[in-house]
């Protein structure tokens, strides 16, 4: 396995559940703790809770039932309250949580079961295969290393070395902004704002989370557009940040930062999970914008249908067991992950006003229909995307 970020941690844990050995190559000294993807849909508790993470997040995270889609003048568009899940799902809520509380839990759990090693310092700069088994090439601080396996998965993220190592594709496109992330002590929920909200406008749109820090009574992460002609040094400086804050929502103190980020983001599929004996999972087999959060929770799908291939190889089925996880995986991932995402950000983003006001009146009606309601949260909530993904033979 390469990479200790989550989509490699759930793949090694969900392994050797299964009575597999794995190694788990990271390249940097110590799990990172940055800043990244924090939301949590059900099928991913679904999945993670026969791993023992779900019971552990739950005690730590913050649990949303209700979301908005908000115009940034009109006010709430629409709100959606996914108890209407209680029968397809025992977890109806999005779970706040970083993923940098998440890695550490999988960790453990991985750590705690025989055959299994993390090898922090373990940077792997080539990755080749023979009919035989897979062998990871790594740089560490005692010189270069070849390590053997049966089988190698690329789960190291973005710019994955596996992906390139095996002349994979990663189709798709940039978008022109970078997203600058905010996190303050200040409470929006005063403000009319659920814990989790989505604001539409031409010229900044908004994402809102309220994230768990340290117990009650959490804060709130903001993430807006910014234009890449501007430097991220300004970007990041206190002037910027209090006039994006006090430009989405005016009050007379200054706002309390705590943190602050920015990223690229990309729409990106690679043309195939699998090559052989070397398969790729997570961001290293596809990425998205945040809007909607369904990056992290597609790679932890990947993670677990993965696993579940894998063991099933391992255990004596035909070794073309692993296409199905390529094809369920990156089909899923094209019409459903990649579509929804995309369609999420145009909606808040739109110029037109004519098509703008088509869109949102759309949301509208979908909030107030019971029944596109409910097929609208099974969609934005990933079940119709699992159930999508099993139906793939
Ligand atoms: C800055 C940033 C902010 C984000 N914010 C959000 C957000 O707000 N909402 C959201 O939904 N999603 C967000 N995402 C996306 C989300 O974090 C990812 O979908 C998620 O991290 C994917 O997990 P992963 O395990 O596949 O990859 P990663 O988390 O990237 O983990 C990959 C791991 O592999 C290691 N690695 C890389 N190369 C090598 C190598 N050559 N050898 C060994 N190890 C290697 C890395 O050090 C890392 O530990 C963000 C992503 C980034 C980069």
Redesign the pocket.
Known sequence: M?????????SALALARQGIPVVV????AA??H??????FHPPTLEMMAPLGITERLLAIGIKVPHWQIRDRHAGVIAQFDLGVLANDTPYPYRLHCE?HKL?PIARDLLMALPGTAIRFG????DATQSSGGAVAT?ETAAGPERIAGSYLIG????????RNAIGVEFEGFTWPER?L?VSTTYDLEPHGFTHNAYVADPDEWV?L?KMPHHGPPGIW?L?FPTDTAIAEETVLSDDFVAARMQGFLPRREPYDILYR???R?HQRVAKTFRVGRILL?????H??N?L?????????H??VNLAAALGAVWHGAPDDRLDRYDRQRRQINVDYVQAITIHNKRLLEERDPTVRAQRLDEVRRTAADPTLAYDFLLKSSMIASVRQANAIA
């Open positions: 390469v990479g200790a970020g989550p989509v490699g941690l759930v190559l990271e390249a940097e799990l990172t940055d800043l990244r993807a924090g939301t993923q890695t373990c940077r792997l700069v790594v789960a190291d993220g973005g710019r994955s070395v596996v997203i992330v994402a989370f992460r993430a980020s920015t990223y983001v999972a997570g961001d290293a087999a990425v998205n945040p909607g959060a369904m990056g992290l929770n597609s790679g932890i990947d993670a």
